[in-house]
């Protein structure tokens, strides 16, 4: 808010314009001038236009589940290609949002991974990300009625710790109280990493108590290294020393995210080996049936496969759930749909 109070000021305008002016883009979820009618005729255009530009045009929206789970593909301003997907369950509505337009991890079973990395997001373009499925819910246009965005998932395109300062910068606006941000609990929302151990420690002192997610995907550094790749550089016991960390300075539950993946880390043993690691922690498993992409040798594990993994990591005393599977009729894996929108 500062800044902007300095951008107003800087215009020749009374510092308080800013907090009307984003009282419009946080509480109202707008940005167009010609509907802030607390704003000096005279000067809506220029605050809007210096202050709001266009960062996000929607190319392409895709809906299922009724309605209640919609995913779009934005372009922005510079032609790069980013997802969201808003998903509505009865108590809560869920913005999963992207932290880069590609991703430079490189992990073989991911779409975006696959594409390679073309740059990092502005916080602006983040947050843009949250206001547009705001603006959806508090128009009525998803079915339920009127409503308003509870959870934020870091978990779209990217790694949310290579692009650290927009992230937690994000992060902030998103839980600053109206006008400042848009007023979501810190607790709502979480941030996901494939394991940078330097990040997952700065993130641990920045005084936050949002969830922290580790895409963990195989017990043991054999397999990790190929489908992890950042693995090579930081192991397995070092990734969940961090979390571990994390989990001490914030008292919040870690979730271990693992894609089940057919043949290839669905196995008994890796149940076993998964569990012996997170026993007795303060941690819950989130299985993710892996949402194959076209052409890949990839694919989600059997059903019985599947909840023979759930019980092992069950009878060890670990939670467990098995993440539902919306979107996967509109490409609702990360990176499916820039894919196909690239020439």
């Known amino acids: 808010m500062a800044e902007r109070r300095a951008v107003v000021a800087e215009l020749g305008e009374p510092p308080y314009r800013a907090a009307q002016l984003s009282r419009h883009y946080f509480g109202r979820f707008t940005q167009q001038a010609d509907e802030m009618s607390d704003l000096p005729r005279a000067s809506r255009d220029m605050l809007a236009d210096a202050l709001l530009p266009p960062l996000l045009t929607a190319e392409r929206e895709l809906s299922c589940d009724a309605g209640t789970t919609r995913k779009t593909l934005w372009r ?9 997907v ?7 509505v869920t913005m999963c949002v992207s932290s880069q337009a590609g991703c430079g991890m490189g992990c073989p079973f991911c779409a975006t991974g696959q594409a390679g990395l073309t740059r990092n997001l502005s916080t602006a373009e983040i947050v843009a ?17 009127p409503g308003r965005v509870s959870n ?6 990217g790694e949310p710790l290579a692009n650290y300062a927009s992230v937690v910068a994000a992060v902030r606006r998103l839980a600053d109280p109206v006008p400042e941000g848009l007023g979501i609990s810190q607790r709502s929302v979480t941030v ?25 995907h195989a017990p043991d550094d054999e397999l990790r290294d190929a489908l992890v790749p ?20 914030t008292g919040r539950r870690v979730s271990i995210e693992y894609a089940l993946i057919r043949d290839i880390n669905d196995q008994a043993g890796r149940a076993e080996a998964l569990a012996s690691l997170l026993a007795g922690r303060l941690a819950h498993v989130n299985l993710i049936p892996l949402n194959p992409t076209p ?49």
């Open 86 to 92: 808003l998903m509505r369950y009865p108590d809560r």
């Open 129 to 145: 990300q949250v206001v547009a499925g705001a603006r959806l819910l508090a128009a009525g246009q998803v079915p339920g009625g």
């Open 152 to 157: 934020v998932v870091f978990m779209g395109m």
């Open 192 to 216: 996901s990493t494939v394991g940078l151990v330097p990040a997952i420690n700065r993130l641990g002192g920045e005084g936050l108590s949002v969830t922290l997610a580790v895409s963990l």
């Open 230 to 249: 950042v693995n090579r550089r930081w192991k397995v016991d070092e990734v969940l020393a961090a979390a571990w960390d994390y989990a001490a300075a």
């Open 295 to 343: 052409g890949s040798k990839w694919t989600a594990s059997r059903p019985a496969v599947q909840r023979e993994f759930v019980r092992r990591l069950a009878a060890a005393g670990v939670p467990v759930t098995v993440r539902d599977t919306r979107g996967r009729e509109i490409d609702g894996a990360c990176g499916q749909l820039a894919a196909s929108a690239r020439p």
């Open 76 to 84: 922005a301003f510079d032609g790069a290609l980013i997802e969201s």
